[in-house]
Nanobody, 120 residues
Framework: QVQLVESGGGLVQPGGSLRLSCAAS????????MGWYRQAPGKQRELVAT???????DYADSVKGRFTISRDNTKTTVYLQMNSLKPEDTAVYYC??????????????WGQGTQATVSS
């Protein structure tokens, strides 16, 4: 019913930048919020950043001042600009969306994940 397709991961040196994208498509009536989570090897999945329908943003303390979440004018594509990357940012990054579909039901959807590796 709803698909989230991520892109933009890769390998970057410490101090470098990456930009992740996530496009939502399908039977979408409205999106309440979208966000990015990450999961490093051996660790639990953690929230990185979120953006609400009204444009309010929130960030994990570990990424504040370095990462920026934004979206396009259609509000169905969300971006994560990651600057000043550190090795501890290495993880699989997952897009997340809380969506109201045409039936009126609200559900949460996940993307397939994209790997971001920070290493020299």
């Amino acid at each position: 019913q709803v698909q989230l397709v991520e892109s933009g991961g890769g390998l970057v040196q410490p101090g470098g930048s990456l930009r992740l994208s996530c496009a939502a498509s399908g039977s979408i009536l409205s999106i309440n919020f979208m966000g990015w989570y990450r999961q490093a090897p051996g660790k639990q999945r953690e929230l990185v950043a979120t953006i609400t329908r009204g444009g309010n943003t929130d960030y994990a303390d570990s990424v504040k001042g370095r990462f920026t979440i934004s979206r396009d004018n259609t509000k169905t594509t969300v971006y994560l600009q990651m600057n000043s990357l550190k090795p501890e940012d290495t993880a699989v990054y997952y897009c997340n969306a809380n969506v109201i579909i045409y039936s009126g039901r609200t559900s949460t959807y996940w993307g397939q994940g994209t790997q971001a590796t920070v290493s020299s």
